[in-house]
């Protein structure tokens, strides 16, 4: 059992991650499974709720949110600094070709783009993403850019590969998927010594596509493009998107597997990360079992420290960073740099998966061969923002049965796809079981702090009060109250404790629709202690507001409004694309003259296609 010292209940809207911390988590992990969790708990943590985790990840995720160049040299596609470590530091495929086969004993298999194309065309692209890289934006203007990153012409310097993983998907073990359609082109150095891989996906058939053609399509494409700069806009880690090429060729699609396939428009996006290693990367040679896949186990980590975690490579004996557990032993983290390591990884998930569960977003996927060991948001596919407030909330039709990435459970989710991480790296004898079950109470207890540090700063409250969000959700649940524009609004509360009850819930009229006399009582009860707690802060009702609306987002991403870019750009018209880009990337700003975009969903939003999707829409 794990124990938190965090206040270790959650929030009634995810009961069964509160749950799964107070009885254990059994990891299920089809090979070395491991049968208890140790009680663990950080004996220099206070117990007032507040966190104790380390600052590091707080440095970490800023830096996503203010990724900027500080240099004033931009380069050219052909002055691009490539480096290359994964292929020149990691075990390879000692085949090229991409006839799909189990590969054994290699990291990656080299691969070239083998997508046709017929005319290329440039969709959109990311001013933030290129300033990263340093690339001159008068790049997208050439007329061979779209050649480029459509894979049809190869961009010199660059060492083409497909990596090799493995993964849990819907709980059970699927053994070897890796890049199926996602090529990555090779791993670009700025001049900070940022290191950013780039991908291409649906780049053609790799030895890992088993019997797709390892394409994508333009609706698929516009999501993900679209949805991984919101997320990064919005303060999440994640992977971003340099541009979106539309290949000029057709792709036969069955989008909602009924037996009734059409064609649609070809697509590749340059994604963008410092890595793509996911926990996946290291169950597929952990599952295998050999002495030599053990090896790769260990030689992936210390890759993935060398070049993404150095921080702990350099750790001394004088961090002090030892901690006592409930057996009254000590796991001490700079006695092993895995166990550090392993740490790190569960705290930047934790800290990942609350910023989800702070702006409504679902990811709709939650294999483990979809979780990034750099705590980014991954692989979208069937996302999707909360509308109406639904803990239960899917948008991947796959997932419909038994709902198990639905909304609620995603923290939970979390928690159970690092227990099948530390399994795997136990396995490879890199950490033990005290370490294990040290990273999975810090991933609680992070997330427990994350958690209530912003739904207390959505509610501008000056500290948090468990009952009342309780509440406050339990009630957005049964009136089905947008969860966006419910709290955006929420920051016209006055802090006045005078006001009359018939009159309390008049700035909120806009988000509680269609409620009735008993409905509109269990409101005001609400609002007349949300607003006590208000008035005890200290803070003005215009700080108030100012503050919330920094941390509330006025504009997210929903599907409805991706579909109606979609089907503009399936006529030709691109505009549509790249008015959302720039909405997307100041979303907490009123943007005068966009107010539509914040609309509830129209009622053809609800249609399939649109509100939910499949796992490989």
């Given at each position: 059992?794990?124990?938190?010292?965090?206040?270790?209940?959650?929030?009634?809207s995810?009961?069964?991650?509160?749950?799964?911390?107070?009885?254990?988590v059994?990891?299920?992990?089809?090979?070395y499974?491991?049968?208890?969790?140790?009680?663990c708990?950080?004996?220099?943590?206070?117990?007032?709720?507040?966190?104790?985790?380390?600052?590091?990840?707080?440095?970490?995720?800023q830096?996503?949110?203010?990724?900027?160049?500080?240099?004033?040299?931009?380069?050219?596609?052909?002055?691009?600094?490539?480096d290359?470590?994964?292929v020149?530091?990691?075990?390879?495929?000692?085949?090229?070709?991409p006839f799909?086969?189990?590969?054994?004993?290699?990291?990656?298999t080299?691969?070239?783009?083998?997508?046709?194309?017929?005319?290329?065309?440039?969709?959109?692209w990311?001013?933030?993403?290129?300033?990263?890289?340093?690339?001159?934006?008068?790049?997208?203007?050439r007329?061979?850019?779209?050649?480029?990153?459509s894979?049809?012409?190869?961009?010199?310097g660059t060492?083409?590969?497909?990596?090799?993983?493995?993964?849990?998907?819907f709980g059970?073990w699927a053994?070897?998927?890796?890049?199926?359609?996602?090529?990555?082109?090779?791993?670009?150095?700025?001049?900070?010594?940022?290191?950013?891989?780039?991908?291409l996906?649906?780049?053609?058939?790799?030895?890992?596509?088993?019997?797709?053609?390892?394409?994508?399509v333009?609706r698929?494409?516009?999501?993900?493009?679209?949805?991984?700069?919101?997320?990064?806009?919005?303060?999440i880690?994640?992977?971003?998107?340099?541009?979106l090429?539309?290949?000029?060729?057709?792709?036969?699609?069955?989008?909602?597997?009924?037996?009734n396939?059409?064609?649609?428009?070809?697509?590749?996006?340059?994604?963008?990360?410092?890595?793509?290693?996911?926990f996946?990367?290291?169950?597929?040679?952990?599952?295998?079992?050999?002495?030599?896949?053990?090896?790769?186990v260990?030689?992936l980590?210390?890759?993935?420290?060398?070049?993404?975690?150095p921080?702990?490579e350099?750790?001394?004996?004088?961090?002090?960073?030892?901690?006592?557990?409930g057996?009254e032993?000590?796991?001490?983290?700079?006695?092993?740099?895995?166990?550090?390591?392993v740490?790190e990884?569960?705290?930047?998930?934790?800290?990942?998966?609350?910023?989800?569960?702070?702006?409504?977003f679902t990811?709709?996927?939650?294999?483990?061969?979809n979780?990034?060991?750099?705590?980014?948001?991954?692989?979208?596919?069937?996302?999707?923002?909360l509308?109406?407030?639904d803990?239960?909330?899917?948008?991947?039709?796959?997932?419909?049965?038994?709902?198990?990435?639905?909304?609620a459970?995603?923290?939970?989710?979390?928690?159970?796809?690092?227990?099948?991480?530390?399994?795997t790296?136990?396995a490879?004898h890199?950490?033990?079981?005290?370490?294990?079950n040290?990273?999975?109470?810090?991933?609680?207890?992070?997330?427990?702090?994350?958690y209530?540090?912003?739904?207390?700063?959505?509610?501008?409250l000056?500290?948090?009060n468990?009952?009342l969000?309780?509440?406050?959700?339990?009630?957005?649940?049964?009136?089905k109250?947008?969860?966006?524009?419910?709290?955006?609004?929420l920051s016209?509360?006055?802090?006045?404790?005078?006001?009359?009850?018939?009159?309390?819930?008049v700035?909120?009229?806009?988000?509680?629709?269609?409620?009735?006399k008993?409905?509109?009582?269990?409101?005001?009860?609400?609002?007349?202690?949300?607003?006590?707690?208000l008035?005890?802060?200290?803070?003005?009702?215009?700080?108030?507001?100012?503050?919330?609306?920094?941390?509330?987002?006025?504009?997210?991403?929903?599907?409805?409004?991706?579909?109606?870019?979609?089907?503009?750009?399936?006529?030709g018209?691109l505009?549509?694309?790249?008015?959302l880009?720039?909405?997307?990337?100041?979303?907490?700003?009123?943007?005068?003259?966009?107010?539509?975009?914040a609309r509830?969903?129209?009622a053809w939003?609800?249609?399939?296609?649109?509100?939910?999707?499949?796992?490989s829409?």
């Amino acid at each position: 059992m794990v124990t938190l010292t965090a206040t270790t209940t959650l929030l009634t809207s995810f009961p069964r991650f509160s749950h799964s911390l107070r009885r254990g988590v059994t990891t299920n992990f089809r090979f070395y499974p491991r049968n208890r969790f140790l009680a663990c708990r950080v004996m220099n943590s206070p117990d007032d709720g507040s966190s104790a985790a380390a600052p590091l990840i707080d440095s970490v995720t800023q830096d996503f949110k203010n990724q900027t160049i500080h240099s004033n040299k931009l380069k050219s596609l052909e002055d691009l600094n490539w480096d290359n470590s994964f292929v020149r530091e990691l075990p390879s495929d000692p085949r090229t070709d991409p006839f799909p086969r189990e590969v054994l004993h290699a990291c990656y298999t080299r691969v070239s783009p083998s997508v046709e194309v017929d005319d290329p065309q440039l969709v959109a692209w990311s001013e933030s993403v290129s300033n990263l890289l340093e690339l001159d934006n008068k790049e997208f203007e050439r007329p061979e850019f779209p050649l480029f990153f459509s894979g049809a012409s190869p961009l010199a310097g660059t060492l083409p590969y497909a990596q090799c993983y493995g993964g849990h998907q819907f709980g059970m073990w699927a053994g070897q998927l890796g890049d199926g359609r996602a090529i990555t082109l090779g791993e670009i150095l700025n001049s900070k010594s940022e290191r950013w891989e780039l991908q291409l996906k649906g780049a053609g058939k790799t030895p890992y596509s088993r019997f797709a053609d390892g394409l994508a399509v333009l609706r698929s494409s516009i999501r993900e493009f679209l949805c991984s700069e919101a997320m990064h806009h919005l303060g999440i880690p994640t992977t971003r998107a340099l541009c979106l090429v539309n290949t000029g060729k057709l792709v036969t699609r069955d989008m909602f597997y009924d037996g009734n396939p059409k064609e649609e428009q070809g697509a590749i996006v340059c994604r963008v990360a410092q890595s793509f290693l996911r926990f996946g990367s290291y169950q597929i040679h952990a599952s295998r079992g050999s002495n030599q896949d053990l090896e790769i186990v260990r030689g992936l980590a210390d890759y993935a420290i060398k070049h993404h975690f150095p921080h702990i490579e350099n750790m001394s004996k004088s961090e002090s960073l030892s901690f006592s557990t409930g057996d009254e032993d000590v796991v001490d983290l700079t006695s092993n740099k895995y166990a550090a390591w392993v740490v790190e990884v569960a705290e930047r998930t934790a800290t990942m998966i609350a910023r989800w569960q702070g702006v409504g977003f679902t990811h709709g996927v939650m294999n483990t061969d979809n979780m990034s060991i750099l705590g980014l948001t991954i692989d979208y596919g069937p996302f999707g923002f909360l509308d109406a407030f639904d803990p239960k909330f899917t948008p991947n039709t796959t997932d419909l049965p038994g709902r198990r990435y639905c909304f609620a459970n995603q923290p939970d989710i979390g928690l159970w796809n690092l227990a099948q991480f530390t399994t795997t790296l136990a396995a490879a004898h890199l950490i033990n079981d005290k370490e294990a079950n040290y990273a999975l109470e810090r991933y609680g207890s992070r997330f427990m702090d994350d958690y209530q540090d912003i739904m207390t700063k959505k509610l501008g409250l000056p500290k948090y009060n468990k009952v009342l969000i309780g509440k406050l959700l339990t009630n957005m649940a049964v009136d089905k109250v947008d969860y966006t524009n419910f709290f955006r609004t929420l920051s016209n509360i006055k802090a006045d404790t005078s006001i009359p009850d018939e009159e309390m819930l008049v700035p909120l009229k806009s988000v509680l629709l269609d409620i009735g006399k008993e409905r509109k009582e269990a409101w005001t009860s609400w609002l007349k202690t949300y607003i006590h707690e208000l008035s005890t802060s200290g803070t003005t009702d215009d700080e108030r507001k100012t503050s919330m609306n920094t941390v509330n987002p006025k504009y997210i991403l929903r599907n409805y409004l991706c579909q109606t870019a979609i089907d503009a750009a399936e006529i030709g018209d691109l505009g549509e694309v790249r008015r959302l880009l720039k909405l997307v990337e100041n979303p907490f700003d009123e943007q005068p003259g966009m107010e539509k975009y914040a609309r509830l969903p129209p009622a053809w939003a609800y249609r399939p296609g649109v509100c939910m999707l499949s796992c490989s829409s």
